[in-house]
């Protein structure tokens, strides 16, 4: 079991890492907020983080700052933009990620330049990951069961009807900008914690595709689904590569599979299929027995009669 571990520490450290980042997109997309803006305050989490702490700050307070100023700053940002929908919001957000990349690659000695950031100080081991992806996931489990998870769901179903029921529909993507970008800086900070440098193409387009993709395959509409999700995407590619160059074609396939057969996710595909299995597997229940012809007889009458004294029987 050791030697398990530790030949798989590496896959296991980013899963972890991944898991808030998943939810920040699934968070988005299960409000309607087609945004990859979090991919890009996940390098200021990873950027910003690893700049404080090569100047002597301590961890924690490096990340508490880092993800307290993504989700202000994201929520100023949106704005302007929760006038937009769709995939107009969707390619702000994404060119938004591509300047910040540049902006790091010129950012000189602050960011490294197209090298990056090297010799970050180790600052969180494979417990302190897994406890912060649960604090993450207890996080948006939580808010999915209040009114404000109830009403976000209702923004992606219809605007106009949250609307008239009073719920002020900008405050609301405006939260869900803030929150999503926090979970983004929080998985950008863990990682330069954990792996002592970062790149600004480790926040460039294919974190994007891959993060979108977990939110996608394991399901948009619970925070499971996230889970699920960075579960598969991270493990796939290992128990692929037993099968050599036909590995990315099965990767490949289980993505197309899944979006054509199961649009809503591996969470919903399990969904339905308990849904199916679940009548055959509760036991039937025996019908009751009902003579014809009256109503059923009190079986308590002969518990409640009075026993009859000895002297009164007759022989």
């Known amino acids: 079991m050791n030697s398990w571990y530790f030949s798989h520490l590496t896959l296991i ?11 920040s997109v699934q968070i988005a997309l299960r409000s309607g907020v087609f945004s990859f803006a979090s991919i890009g305050f996940y390098g200021v989490g990873a950027y910003g983080t690893g700049i404080l702490t090569m100047r002597g700050w301590p961890v924690l307070p490096a990340m508490l700052l880092m993800i307290v100023v993504s989700g202000l700053v994201a929520y100023l940002m949106s704005a302007p933009l929760i006038r937009l929908r769709g995939l107009y ?18 950012g000189g000695e602050l960011t490294g330049g197209a090298l990056g950031l090297l010799g970050v100080p180790l600052g969180i081991g494979t417990g302190g990951l897994l406890a912060a992806a649960l604090v993450a996931i207890l996080a948006v489990s939580q808010l999915e069961r209040r009114a404000v998870g109830r009403a976000l769901v209702g923004i992606k179903a219809s605007e106009e009807l ?12 405006r939260t869900v900008f803030a929150i999503s970008a926090a979970l983004g800086a929080l998985s950008g900070s863990l990682y330069v ?19 979108l993709t977990m939110a996608v395959i394991g399901g948009t509409s619970s925070w499971i689904g996230a889970v699920i999700g960075t579960v598969i995407i991270t493990w796939l590619p290992t128990l692929a590569a037993t099968i050599g160059e036909y590995q990315h074609l099965v990767y490949g396939v289980v993505l197309v ?7 809503e996710g591996v969470l919903g595909a399990l969904r339905w299929l308990w849904r199916r299995l679940a009548p055959r597997l509760r036991p039937a229940r025996p019908p009751a027995l009902v003579p014809s012809g009256g109503p ?19 022989g």
Do not use: C, H, W
């Open 13 to 23: 450290q980013g899963m972890l890492i991944s898991v808030p980042l998943a939810l």
């Open 89 to 106: 919001l969707g390619m702000v957000t994404f060119a938004f990620d591509l300047i910040l990349t540049v902006v790091a690659t010129n």
């Open 162 to 173: 949250v609307m008239s029921v009073g719920v002020d529909l900008k405050s609301r993507k």
């Open 193 to 211: 914690l954990t792996f002592s440098t970062v790149q600004p193409t480790s926040a460039g387009f294919t974190l994007i595709i891959t993060t």
């Open 257 to 263: 599979l899944v979006v054509m057969y199961a649009p």
């Open 296 to 314: 059923p007889p009190d079986r308590g009458a002969a518990a409640r009669a009075e026993p009859v004294p000895a002297d009164r029987v007759k």
